[in-house]
């Protein structure tokens, strides 16, 4: 078998996961990132899905495990979710990542293969980033080099070598900083999506995972994916592909998903570059707040590695562009 080439792996661990869930009526997302907020507290991954399928919204973050139980009772002020902190969890960014689904694909086999179950997963434009228990890491690790390749780096030992002694460096960088106009590289949009959200029972991960993996066979991109894993051992899935592949994917999925319940609908997405959520607090709320204030209920989120990637109804496209750009600021770009 072929490996498949990557740039790079990054591992960001000593982190704390907090989950909640609540009626899909309610705006969840927007208290919990005005709570964490207020508080100052950064995140490093947040994945929010608006209807989980079965009339629940689900948003995952993850934060440092010294601010975990502050997260934990901050999430808990709102009395209508039911909220969950795991701590000791690490992680996971493969790059680049292209929006092509191969990558997903293989990793959504590797962790079935080794019969690990992904606390989160979480696209951005340029990375895929998979949240784990920091105890299945190893596995993951060793793992990744029976299915990619990367340079330089022939095995875990490598890796691990060339690794050893930048922990520390990578968390020096991270810092807190203020700013008036919170700053983007780019604010683009991409109309046209059709968003499809899949519940799989554990066993048919690995097969979804075959499934991405022909779809890019077939020429199709995935500009967007965030999934969450359920204590009732099953993982909800949240992606999108463009409308004009509707026709390929529902193939595909019928083929190798027969058993899956799925559902899609119209949508458009839009993707913030260089947002630093993870150095900068109170990122998320700005965007949560600015799409409130326009009335808009975003349909899914993820924020991953440098990336903020937002997806809508299609028809609330032109007024979320408008609502994010009054809340962050493109330098060059005519206002």
């Known amino acids: 078998m072929q490996k498949i080439q990557l740039g790079g792996i990054k591992i960001l661990d000593g982190q704390s996961r907090i989950e909640s869930s609540c009626d899909r009526a309610e705006n969840g997302l927007a208290r919990i990132c005005r709570q964490l907020g207020a508080e100052r507290m950064n995140l490093s991954l947040l994945i929010h899905m608006a209807d989980d ?13 010294c601010c ?3 997260g934990y009772y901050l999430a808990k002020l709102d009395t209508a979710s039911v909220v969950d902190v795991l701590h000791n969890v690490g992680i996971l960014s493969t790059f680049p990542h292209d929006r092509r689904p191969r990558l997903t694909g293989a990793l959504l086999e590797l962790l079935a293969r080794e019969r690990i179950h992904p606390i989160g997963m979480a696209s951005s434009p340029s990375a895929m980033s998979v949240l784990t228990p920091a105890a299945d890491m190893k596995r993951v690790i060793d793992g990744l080099f029976e299915t990619f390749e990367l340079p330089d ?72 994916f965030v999934a969450h894993w359920y204590q009732d051992r099953g993982l909800i899935a949240t992606l999108c592909f463009a409308a004009s592949h509707r026709e390929d994917v529902r193939r595909v999925i019928d083929e ?76 060059g770009a005519k206002s």
Not at 53 to 65: N, Q
Not at 159 to 178: C, I, N, P
Not at 192 to 208: A, E, I, P, V
Not at 287 to 299: D, G, H, R, V
Request: hydrophobic letters at 40%.
């Open 53 to 65: 399928g079965k009339g629940k919204a689900a948003t995952t973050l993850c934060t440092e495990s």
């Open 68 to 70: 975990g139980f502050t």
């Open 153 to 224: 780096c022939r095995s875990p030992l490598e890796w691990h070598a060339a690794y050893l002694g930048k922990e520390q460096m990578f968390r020096d960088v991270v810092g807190s900083y203020e700013e008036q106009a919170i700053k983007v590289y780019a604010i683009l949009d991409q109309p046209g999506l059709d968003l499809w959200t899949f519940r799989l029972n554990s066993m048919w991960m690995g097969h979804m995972g075959t499934a991405l993996k022909e779809m890019d066979g077939l020429g199709v991109k995935m500009p967007f």
């Open 256 to 331: 190798r998903l027969p058993y899956a319940a799925s559902s899609h609908q119209d949508a458009a997405a839009v993707f913030l570059h260089g947002p630093h959520f993870g150095d900068r607090h109170g990122i998320a709320n700005e965007l949560t707040t600015s799409l409130q204030e326009a009335a808009i209920k975003p349909l899914a989120l993820s924020c991953a590695v440098h990336s903020i990637s937002v997806v809508l109804k299609s028809d609330n496209l032109r007024p979320g562009v408008h609502a994010i750009s009054t809340r962050f600021h493109v330098p």
